[in-house]
């Protein structure tokens, strides 16, 4: 039985199959039609609502799809959405929305409403720009936004001593261990790992799930309902992000949400990757391991993982076992990982101040979009700047996340200079095969592939690790050469 | 006080933000849902349709097909040249073949795959060059013209030829295509329907059914958006739910999912435009002489009106003194592409903007002058290739003012600084114009009804012909009744738009809403009005009496309006009104190419910065500022709201939003995975948007004027824009290459081809 808090009371959902979508069960079996489908794929945020989950410093709303979240995903959790949001007076963002004359047409409002929602109650938008990362996943197709922003400006992160504040510190997700069988499907939720482990025992056909971000698409798109489903959620030593060492250990089912605030004082290329990662809705969902197991040749994660040398850390119920990054991708969509067997997590060695260390992502929208190039970029040089290590890593141009092997080989001994660089983007072509599609074509490809190392060897000549700069930075930022 | 001419909030704002506002799939009514079988090529022909199978999936309440249309199965909205459904030959991959109506989508879907359909493929066309190559139309040529064109070719000092594209644009309305059709005694229907349209929705069922309009009502909650996409395709899809509510006496729901909705419906018409102009020396044009195709799909829909909206605006703001332009729509198998948002004016105003560039990159002049010496000016300069007089002209003002208000001179000095120091980022800045014909081109859809009906109480509410799809027209609509009548907004009440309310309307579009239902409902409210004076004399034992705010005052007394009402009703007075309007003084003759089609023009100016990586194409909007012309704005909060959003909607037609088919006529782009609209980070964070002050029309609506549409070819500034920062990574005087939509692979190809002139 799937029980969660939904608008301040505790509900059932029976008799429904594990895989319907919250959205769906909201509209069709409860008539809470405020929450709307725009494209039940995660791309337009008309359908956002807000769940509490446990942050670093205790329980935060969270803006999530509800288009993509499963029923058996938000059990023992506590819903808010549109419909529950008004008391005596609108909400704060309700009112500032509607005073900001942000809603036009009205269809995407109400997820513009809950995104502004979870921003009223988060305390760390300190700048113009993080309102529009924040906003990002709601798509409004009347207003031009400006309005949209005005509304956020107002809102976000006034924390307003309300209920919802109120009920927050009560509000974390309790037991959400899960074991469910209805209209031949299975969904379960393990709490420990030898509960895991039971359960691949027993099912070994099962398939992993965590956000559902990419996994839910095969029910709201393809219309195939996996039949059995085990999701890693309620594994808290799979969520841990922590250093040790000088080794980043990120756990694979912690959000992208939350590499992106772990990161940001300690890995500036990780972090510029997550910050074009994709919506907020989306990072709240999407998880390292998601995102890596799925071996998406476009996949964000994989190219600054592989040019920062990351191994990722293989467990089942017998062993742990290490594999260094560039081996796990094994095939198009195919990893290393043996049957019964998890991404625990991956580790990442903090690079010497040395090095030359910056991830980018090209896409045709700059935010809330799939790479159409992606790169690590990592260059290490000794006192007479001889490169000693390179590790130039693409998405987007081969089958897998790939290692431009000719191009590192040709400046390892070499001085790192402008030449070296530019003579190494002609022998990216060896090993970077990259095909035409709707995103780009592969002439274009194989340009940026080549102009991106160019652009690194320039944004890097002074600061050598640059973080993001605020604003709307470009994606290769001006360095040392403009 | 009257809110007229005053910032509103949305007149549904309150309703939105709270979730209570209700689309057509939102309202609690249970009913049987639909899925249609769609055509699995672009071209072929039906060798075999089997539904038995269909029909015996459980859950399956019924599949119906042309066999099962009682009418004629017919729903081309101005030529028949459309099936409801295909029945021989299909002709875009998706054209409804059948539909499948279950108890659940899961039901209804299985009946989808279990109808047994076979299909020959025949050759298809899937694009526009094969379309012209194979002389594949729709439409003849038609050609507007004036002036002697070949002899002002003869000896001018600067010809240029060139071929200008402009990409389809999918209107991504948030919420998609929806109908619900609710069967009513003795055969008769009514359908809740998302559509800019619902008397043509009303028209077409009435054929498909076979019964006359009376036997139908087609009402229209609100819209989640229209932008043009819902002004004819809706109907089709109405119109399967009226069948199959009809035929079951039930309850029937046709909703397209998002996918299948951009797969299945028309887009803003692509268009080819090949042309050739001259100029003086100093930029001055001579001559212009284009001949433009548009892509209008397998079937008609709207395309002639459109394409012939591109040739009214191939002229945008410039006098050419020898101007001939021909437009042609091909015929493709693909979706038949439909109206959006300016309905081929920005198409054509996308060609002669990309001539004035061109001719000032040729002579190395700044464009913003190129222009502004083009603009209509006093007669003789004042006549458009159809021949219509352009008076009231208002561009030169707009100009100064904007130029001026942006510090576009300084800026532009200070951005060439930023450019001489900046290897791989460029920063470009434009000026562009906008001048627009207001009226429906078609003369005799410019007519509009309304009925207002005040109670006892003091409370009225509101009928007309527009639908409300965003665009605030109710809140308009609102302002101007609460003002005529003298009562306070909130006791008016703007109902939803019903064609048994107000027969006979043209579709809300054009950006005519305001300008034709208002005066409708003007019309209306003084009718009342006039028969309320009597009864406040009296009441008040004055001659002069005038209602405003809720009160009737004369002689030095005022009384609430409703004391005025109830007056009225003890003493048997009529207090509904009908309201109607036709605009006057309009019209083409299609023969000789000449007329007055427009009962005035809009106009505008953008000034757009933005900033152009050389090494990934990719681009962002710095600044834009806009001076626009709303005329003595009915509502200003309101009109920006129209201008920043079609601004920006017009950014994502020519930036980032890429229709792509591959060979086969399928669509790749077909969910906003992969088809991208401006997200949020797109918008400038500085934009100044102004409407022009002082600016009454007359002859329209409280001196107001149209504001839907023209905003978005504002955005024609930000391809101005990038056209500049693409020629910095060239040497002077490079002329630009730059492919429409500019996608970040269109600008770096750009910049590679203008890096190669160096």
């Known amino acids: ?482 | 006080m009257s809110t007229l001419h005053q910032p509103q909030l949305h007149e549904s704002g309150k309703l939105h933000v709270t979730g209570e506002a209700r689309y057509v799939d939102d309202l609690a009514v249970p009913a049987l849902v639909a899925q249609v079988v769609p055509a699995p090529v672009a071209h072929g022909r039906i060798r075999r349709l089997d539904v038995t199978r269909a029909r015996a999936v459980p859950g399956v309440v019924a599949v119906f097909t042309h066999r099962d249309v009682p009418g004629e199965n017919q729903v081309g909205p101005v030529i028949h040249d459309e099936e409801l459904f295909a029945f021989d030959t299909v002709r875009f991959l998706g054209q409804s073949v059948a539909l499948v109506v279950a108890e659940s989508y899961a039901a209804a879907r299985a009946g989808v795959k279990a109808v047994e359909l076979e299909v020959d493929p025949l050759p298809a066309i899937t694009t526009l060059d094969e379309a012209l190559a194979k002389g594949s139309f729709l439409t003849d040529p038609h050609t507007m013209q004036r002036g002697d064109v070949e002899a002002a070719f003869v000896g001018a000092p600067l010809v240029l030829q060139g071929q200008v594209r402009t990409g389809g644009q999918d209107h991504f309305y948030l919420e998609t295509q929806c109908s619900l059709a609710l069967p009513e005694e003795g055969g008769t229907v009514r359908v809740i329907s998302s559509t800019q349209h619902p008397s043509e929705v009303q028209t077409i069922l009435s054929h498909v059914l076979g019964v006359g309009r009376s036997s139908i009502v087609v009402e229209v909650p609100r819209m989640g958006g229209g932008f043009g996409g819902k002004e004819t395709q809706a109907a089709p899809y109405a119109a399967m739910a009226a069948l199959a509510a009809v035929k079951l006496r039930k309850a029937v729901k046709v909703w397209l999912n998002r996918d299948q909705d951009m797969m299945w419906t028309g887009k803003r018409h692509p268009f080819l435009s090949n042309w050739r102009a001259a100029f003086d020396a100093q930029g001055r044009i001579l001559a212009l002489d284009a001949k433009l195709y548009a892509d209008g799909g397998f079937s008609s829909d709207l395309s002639r009106a459109i394409c012939d909206r591109a040739l009214y605006h191939a002229d945008n703001a410039y006098f050419v003194p020898a101007i001939r332009v021909t437009g042609q729509v091909a015929k493709t198998n693909l979706p038949s592409n439909t109206a959006f948002r300016g309905f081929g004016g920005p198409q054509g105003m996308a060609l002669v903007e990309e001539v004035m560039s061109r001719a000032a990159e040729r002579l190395g002049l700044d464009p913003a002058t190129v222009r502004a010496q083009n603009f209509y000016g006093d007669a003789p300069r004042n006549v458009t290739q159809y021949h219509q007089t352009v008076t009231e002209n208002r561009i030169g003002r707009i100009w100064s003012e904007l130029l001026e208000s942006s510090r576009y001179a300084q800026r532009r000095a200070e951005l060439e600084a930023f450019n001489a120091g900046s290897a791989h980022h460029k920063w470009g800045l434009a000026i562009t114009p906008v001048k627009f014909g207001i009226s429906f081109t078609t003369s005799f859809l410019n007519q509009a009804g309304a009925l207002v009906v005040v109670y006892a109480d003091g409370t009225a509410q509101v009928n007309h012909g527009g639908t409300e799809m965003g665009q605030g027209l109710h809140t308009k609509i609102r302002a101007i009744a609460a003002h005529e009548l003298g009562l306070d907004v909130s006791d008016v009440r703007v109902m939803t738009t019903a064609t048994d309310k107000v027969p006979n309307t043209s579709a809300t579009a054009a950006s005519s809403g305001s300008d034709l239902n208002g005066q409708a409902v003007k019309a209306a409210c003084e009718t009342v009005r006039e028969r309320l004076v009597p009864i406040a004399q009296k009441l008040l034992g004055a001659e002069a009496v005038s209602f405003a705010g809720g009160f009737a005052t004369g002689g030095g007394k005022a009384v609430p309006m409703r004391e005025v009402t109830q007056a009225a009703y003890l003493a048997q007075v009529s207090m509904s009104a009908t309201g109607y309007y036709r605009t006057p003084g309009i019209n083409y003759d299609r023969a000789t190419a000449k007329g007055k089609p427009f009962h005035y023009f809009a106009y505008g100016a953008a000034v757009a910065e933005v900033e152009l990586s050389g090494l990934t194409g990719e681009h962002r909007v710095r600044r834009v500022d806009i001076l626009h012309d709303a005329g003595r704005s009915l509502s200003p909060s309101i009109d920006v709201g129209q201008v920043e959003g079609g601004f920006i909607q017009g950014v994502g037609w020519l930036t980032c939003e890429e229709v792509r088919f591959d060979g086969k006529g399928f669509l790749a782009t077909h969910s906003p995975d992969t088809y991208k609209i401006p997200a949020c980070g797109d918008t400038p964070t500085e934009f100044h948007v102004k409407l022009l002050e002082n600016a009454a029309q007359e002859g329209v609506i409280h001196g107001s004027k149209a504001v839907g549409e023209p905003p978005l070819m504002l955005a024609l500034s930000v391809v101005a824009a990038l056209r500049h920062a693409v020629s910095a990574f060239g040497p002077a005087k490079t002329e630009v290459e730059l492919a429409m939509p500019c996608t970040p692979e269109a600008l770096l190809f750009a910049v590679e081809h203008a890096k190669s002139k160096g």
């Open chain 1, 1 to 482: 039985m799937i029980r969660f808090n939904l608008n301040g009371a505790w509900v059932e959902a029976s008799d429904v199959a594990p895989t319907t979508t919250l959205l769906r069960w909201l509209r069709d079996t409860r008539g809470l039609s405020g929450t709307k489908e725009g494209c039940a794929e995660g791309d337009c945020g008309a359908c956002t609502v807000a769940v509490v989950e446990q942050g670093a410093k205790g329980p935060e709303y969270r803006a999530v799809n509800s288009c993509l979240l499963l029923l058996p995903m938000v059990h023992g959790k506590h819903v808010v959405t549109v419909d529950g949001l008004k008391r005596e007076q609108l909400h704060p963002a309700q009112q500032a929305l509607a005073e900001a004359l942000g809603s036009q047409c009205g269809y995407c409002t109400p997820g513009v409403v809950m995104t502004l929602f979870e921003a009223t109650y988060r305390g760390d938008l300190d700048a113009p720009w993080k309102l529009d990362d924040q906003l990002c996943g709601n798509l409004c197709r009347c207003t031009g936004y400006r309005p949209i922003r005005e509304a956020a400006q107002q809102v976000a992160g006034t924390c307003p001593a309300d209920e919802f504040s109120k009920a927050l510190p009560a509000s974390a997700p309790a037991d959400t261990s899960l074991q469910l069988e209805r209209a031949g499907q299975r969904f379960t939720t393990p709490a420990t790992f030898d509960a895991l482990w039971d359960e691949l025992d027993a099912h070994p056909d099962a398939r992993f799930v965590v956000g559902g971000t990419d996994l839910s698409l095969e029910i709201t798109k393809r219309f195939q309902a996996p039949p059995k489903l085990v999701s890693l959620e309620a594994l808290a030593p799979l969520r841990a992000l922590t250093e040790v060492d000088g080794v980043l250990r990120l756990g694979a089912t912690a959000t992208i949400s939350e590499l992106e605030a772990f990161t940001a004082a300690r890995s500036p290329a990780i972090h510029r990757m997550v910050r074009y990662f994709g919506a907020r809705q989306i990072k709240h969902r999407g998880t390292i391991g998601g995102n890596l197991c799925t071996a998406s040749p476009i996949g964000d994660l994989a190219p600054v993982f592989l040019s920062l040398g990351a191994t990722a850390v293989l467990r089942s119920r017998a062993t742990e076992r290490r594999v260094p990054l560039h081996e796990f991708f094994v095939a198009y969509r195919k990893t290393a990982l043996g049957p019964k067997e998890v991404l625990a997590a991956i580790e990442v060695p903090r690079p010497s101040p040395t090095a030359r260390s910056v991830a980018y992502k090209v896409s045709k929208r700059r935010e809330l979009d799939i790479s159409t190039v992606s790169a690590g970029l990592f260059v290490d040089t000794d006192a007479s700047n001889l490169v000693t290590v390179a590790r130039f890593a693409f998405g987007g141009v081969a089958a897998t996340p790939k290692r431009a092997t000719a191009a590192e080989r040709a400046v390892v001994g070499k001085p790192w200079t402008r030449e070296t660089a530019l003579a190494a983007s002609k022998l990216l072509g060896e090993d970077l095969t990259p095909l035409s599609d709707h995103r780009g074509s592969a002439n274009y490809r194989a340009l940026v592939a080549r102009n991106l190392l160019v652009g690194f060897f320039d944004e890097t000549l002074t600061v050598r690790q640059p973080a993001l700069q605020s604003g709307h930075a470009a994606t290769v930022q001006p360095g040392g050469l403009s």
